[in-house]
């Protein structure tokens, strides 16, 4: 598959899901996914498909729109195109063997004189808001849910009234999800975009506590083109799955190295190797109640 743009600001990435995996059992929706659903519908315009699997909270959001668009741009002047250094990622496969994560890689720093073709892609603003517009939602309504109810208590009565309320309203009597795995459907051209993230993350960023260059690194970003979510409005053939920590780390390390050697206004210096051992302590460094599964990296020629 051919590698797309950029979506919002973060790399999307081509990669083939698995498509042949038993669907696990789907539990029951609980208030928090209905009111999402209804929040998305009556405010964003968007009919989105709300599953939880274990730890994962699944939405589909299936659109009309194309995630990316061209258009001409001022052609740059000639003398003032010059010969680069870019780093080339001519193989990367992180796959678990043995419950080892085996990392294969051929990444090579060379020359490269810049094409102007004249035109540029963007993403039209339709996707934009529809984007906004669910991160919007997950912050209006999960972070609003008390996974214990009754686990505050307010010296303001009425403060308090209003908590419990709102804890009785929101609160699942499921476990609450470790992981959100959004897919965006492109349904007239068969165009999915999957974002994979903790809401922990999440939370983290929208408070400021993680800025956001470390957070378009936390979160996976994908693209996958699959002819079965042409006209697919229910999320009918996808195969819901838990996230589990090991394969979230793999999808991480994977979507870091890609970013940071291909992306990054600032690309690793020195030896590559050196820069992927960095990468895997970032990532450790990130999640310490996870601790980074066992690893070797194989440098291919």
């Not at 934009?128 to 939602?137: D, K, M, Q, S, T």
């Not at 819901?240 to 600032?266: G, K, P």
């Not at 996870?290 to 690893?295: I, L, M, N, S, V």
């Amino acid at each position: 598959m051919k590698r797309l743009v950029l979506f919002t600001a973060i790399l999307f990435f081509t990669i083939t899901l698995p498509s042949c995996s038993p669907q696990p059992k789907i539990p029951t929706l609980t208030e928090a996914h209905k009111k999402f659903i209804e929040l998305c519908k009556e405010e964003y315009h968007l009919d989105v498909v709300v599953k939880q699997t274990g730890n994962t909270l699944w939405i589909y959001v299936p659109l009309q729109t194309a995630f990316f668009d061209y258009k001409a741009v001022p052609k740059k002047d000639e003398n003032t195109i010059k010969e680069q250094m870019a780093y080339d990622i001519r193989l990367l496969e992180a796959e678990f063997t043995n419950d080892i994560l085996m990392v294969q890689y051929n990444i090579v720093k060379e020359k490269r004189l810049p094409q102007d073709l004249g035109y540029d892609s963007f993403t039209p603003e339709e996707y934009n808001e529809a984007y906004r517009g669910i991160l919007h939602g997950l912050y209006r309504i999960y972070f609003n849910i008390d996974d214990v109810p009754g686990d505050a208590e307010l010296s303001d009565p009425k403060k308090q009234r209003a908590h419990k309320e709102l804890v009785e309203s929101y609160v699942r009597t499921d476990a609450p999800p470790e992981f959100f795995h959004i897919v965006f459907a492109d349904i007239k051209r068969g165009i999915r975009g999957d974002y994979i993230g903790t809401l922990e993350d999440y939370k983290k960023y929208s408070v400021q506590s993680v800025v956001h260059d470390d957070y378009v690194q936390r979160l996976v970003v994908m693209t996958s083109g699959d002819l079965n979510l042409i006209d697919n409005t229910t999320a009918e053939t996808l195969s819901f799955e838990a996230v589990t920590w090991n394969e979230f780390f793999r999808l991480q390390l994977v979507h870091r190295i890609r970013f940071q050697f291909t992306q990054s206004a600032h690309p690793p210096q020195g030896p590559v190797s050196e820069a992927i051992e960095n990468i895997i302590q970032e990532i450790d460094a990130a999640y310490p109640e996870h601790k980074f599964p066992a690893y070797q990296l194989i440098e291919k020629n």
